[in-house]
DNA sequence: GCATAAATTTAAGCCCGCTTAACTAAAAAG
DNA sequence: CTTTTTAGTTAAGCGGGCTTAAATTTATGC
């Protein structure tokens, strides 16, 4: 019983440093770019989904229709996303990420995984062996719980 | 050599996953309080600091006094901070989490720990005991980190 | 074909956070 | 003391996100 809650504990304090920590830092880093947190969001998205409709974005987001064509636009505007008709349906817009977007992404990124590097930097090859088989079951056990979902 | 690769890859995949998961429920959470982002985020950050005055707030999160003044005006009139004059100089005022502001504050993080808890409820005893380690190690790398900045 | 539904855009209007500038009050410096 | 600095508040105004409502264009059902 003393063993699960002392895992807890470490759960906990882990989180909330990393927490902190990397919320503080992504804040701070999208300001930077001179994009709005909700413009931002959406480059992420486009990132991880690549090409998508107007209304997957909505719907990610729960915001309207309206709303996401609005940032859309914006993001057209400033030339991080291409907006192109999808063919099969010529009502839907396909949305992705141009150049320039991919690049601010990837430095946004790259800035997220500096502070890991540096935290993990400090540990002896035992520990960084054992950090890293931990987040591969970490990763893991993720994708099994998005499976059920 | 491709060792240090496959370490890197480990800690990118659990940042990706993670960071992408959690930065988006907790968008979702602190929405459904009907506060806003800034709001909450003070008092976040009053969890964490106990109580502080405006200035602190305004240079943590990089905004001028008055947006300072204001947000936490708007959280006095909501009942979740107190706001007292500070005794040592009365320029100063000190605000500090009231016991409503307390209660949301411990459910927003409670949901932050159940997907973890969730996560790791389908690991083995072994593999939860390395996790936890693995944490640990982190944990005080975090902090050794923070002394040196 | 024609009516209806779906995907998106545009416009009007609200709320919010933020900034600057002006103001109040208290502390510190001389 | 008087001056200057510091802490905070208040007000005006800007820009942004969001919503609803109306409009547009294309697909679908019958």
């Given at each position: 019983?003393?063993?699960?809650?002392?895992?807890?504990?470490s759960?906990?304090q882990?989180?909330?440093?990393?927490?902190?920590?990397?919320?503080?830092?992504w804040?701070?880093?999208?300001?930077?770019?001179?994009?709005?947190?909700?413009?931002?969001?959406?480059?992420?998205?486009?990132?991880?989904?690549?090409?998508?409709?107007?209304?997957?974005?909505?719907?990610?987001?729960?915001?309207?229709?309206?709303?996401?064509?609005?940032?859309?636009?914006?993001?057209?505007?400033?030339?991080?996303?291409?907006?192109?008709?999808?063919?099969?349906?010529?009502?839907?817009?396909?949305?992705?990420?141009?150049?320039?977007?991919?690049?601010?992404?990837?430095?946004?990124?790259?800035?997220?995984?500096?502070?890991?590097?540096?935290?993990?930097?400090?540990?002896?090859?035992?520990?960084?062996?054992?950090?890293?088989?931990?987040?591969?079951?970490?990763?893991?056990?993720?994708?099994?719980?998005?499976?059920?979902?």
């Amino acid at each position: 019983m003393t063993e699960s809650l002392q895992f807890s504990n470490s759960l906990r304090q882990w989180m909330d440093v990393f927490m902190h920590r990397s919320m503080r830092s992504w804040h701070f880093f999208v300001k930077s770019t001179g994009l709005t947190m909700p413009q931002f969001s959406i480059l992420m998205q486009l990132h991880y989904k690549g090409s998508c409709g107007m209304s997957d974005i909505s719907e990610h987001f729960d915001i309207s229709n309206a709303a996401a064509s609005q940032l859309a636009e914006k993001l057209v505007q400033g030339g991080y996303i291409e907006r192109d008709e999808d063919p099969n349906d010529r009502r839907a817009k396909q949305i992705q990420l141009t150049s320039k977007g991919r690049k601010l992404i990837e430095m946004g990124v790259n800035e997220r995984y500096r502070w890991m590097d540096d935290l993990t930097s400090k540990l002896s090859a035992e520990e960084k062996l054992q950090v890293a088989e931990s987040f591969k079951v970490l990763t893991e056990a993720a994708a099994q719980l998005e499976e059920k979902a």
